[in-house]
């Protein structure tokens, strides 16, 4: 039942309203003067991506512009938030190829399993994040939208690291 | 004979109103831009300090950046809340910025101006109660932001209203005790009186440091800004008393603060650091009247104000604000008594002086003022500095009470148990 009231003595200097403030005055003017500015000019100037960036997907093709993929139905499999479409579809010759592929990039969480399990280095995330669009049904990427996609690939991981692979 | 010069004589009724008007003009014209521009100013100083850019995309260093403000908030869409009290609603803006454009009237800007009309002074009224003219106009500025507090029939506006009467009234005392003591020194209450006794005597800085000290803190509070801009602690009242306000509307709440902010720091100019005298040379203020006096001057003039508009945004963005029953114990405990002694001692000082004999533009006289000055500031930083004034959580009256209260405590505790407390 004790009233136990801590009263710290602290020293002048640390309570000082008016010591405190100068000194905040002199740190405030010191960063005026001298601005460690940090502000990357975004539109102007951007910054550079690192090769292990994981953005939105980018589909590779042949030399004879067709996508690689096989339909082989890996990546929709292995995809932990179900967001990857694949109708197979089958040619004359028994190759299969995609019917459909479409990625809704909304409910991609960009871990980069499609990527990394993929046997044809078909679908790849990319080096790339300004995605913006008017409505939210653009941001379902179908083939022919993933196969135009020019920018970078992602390496997944970077090839210069020692513990690379 | 320079006495038959026409520069240098009185002008006559109708040029007299003429350049009245030319010269209300040209400090309506100048103060408008210059509120925008401070706007500008308070967002790249505070983008500086914080190691930012700051506006930067509206023409070359952002210098645009207020002409597209003023076109967004014209064209902006003003609601208009259903419970509103209509008129007041429209007029409390309005309330808020007029009397900081008034109160420039009175504040003398430069050396007299001669034409070959005559000799016209820089400044739009030569009122002989100049000081007490702005004293009686900058406390309607309460008027504004209490009406829009009250007028939009909203808790926190009204709570925002409510303390900002409270705290420029309290301020409001503090403020006028503190410029008695220049009042005193200078003998009179014209402001072109006061400027010229700077002129001859020095700056009322030097003399009575503590008077502009407090004028300074009064005059921050009176503006409503950081570190006394409780009206709008966005922590505890959203917006405060312009809470419910939009488009234009809300923007002279913000155009009146930097309007009220230009004034606080020309008054303190022109009461503390010798208004548009130049300092260290008698030049400025001796002789006929010519247009370099008059320009030069005035640049001085704005340059002290700038710097202190400066200063304004450089405390804002350096102290945080401070609560409530801080900031009326700061007033009514410590400046109020502050700026009352300092009256005494001031008076008595000045009654002994004069008795001594002593001619007020003397170097003697002058001299005793400073020392005098340097001796309380000594004295009032000591005080300051040691006990925490401001907090009224901790005072010495609270530790003698923690005192009593351990000595308590430690009685019951080597009570047997069962005993009976007494």
Known sequence: ?165 | MPALDPMQLEPSTWVFIIFTVLKMLAIFTIYMVGVAYTTLAERKISAWIQDRHGPNRVGPWGLLQVIADGVKNFTKEETMPGDVNKALFIVAPALAFIPALIAWAVIPFGAPLPTPWGRIDLVVADLPIGFLFTLAITSIGVYGIVLAGWASNNKYALLGGLRSSAQMVSYEIAMGMSTVCVLLVAGNVSLSEIVMQQATMGWNALLLSIAAFLFLVAAFAETNRVPFDLPEAESELIAGYHSEYSAMKFSMFPISEYANMITASAMFVTLFLGGWDIPFTLWDNSGPATVAKAALTSLFFAAKVLFFVFFYIWVRWTLPRFRYDQLMSLGWKLMLPVALAYIVIVASALLALDAAGLARTGWAFKGALMALNLVLVGVLFFILDRGRLISPAYSRLERERVARLRSVAQRRATLAPGEIRS
């Open chain 1, 1 to 165: 039942m004790t009233i136990n009231v801590k009263v710290m003595e602290r020293p002048v200097g640390e309570v000082s309203y008016v010591r405190a403030t100068l000194k905040g005055l002199a740190l405030t003017l010191k960063h005026l003067v001298d601005p460690h500015r940090v502000t990357i000019q975004y539109p102007d100037e951007k910054w550079d991506l690192s090769p292990r960036w994981r953005g939105t997907h980018r589909m590779l093709t042949t030399e004879d512009g067709k996508a690689k993929c096989v339909a082989c139905g890996l990546c929709p499999t292995v995809c932990p938030a179900n967001c990857i479409k694949l109708v197979p579809g089958e040619d004359e010759e028994g190759n299969r190829y995609p019917l459909v592929f479409e990625i809704d990039e909304f409910r991609c969480i960009f871990c980069g399993y499609c990527q990394e399990v993929c046997p044809e280095e078909a679908i790849h995330l990319g080096r790339h994040y300004e995605n913006a669009e008017f409505n939210r049904a653009r941001f379902v990427y179908d083939l022919e939208r993933l196969t135009a996609q020019t920018h970078p690939v992602s390496e997944l991981w970077d090839p210069a690291h020692p513990r690379g692979e």
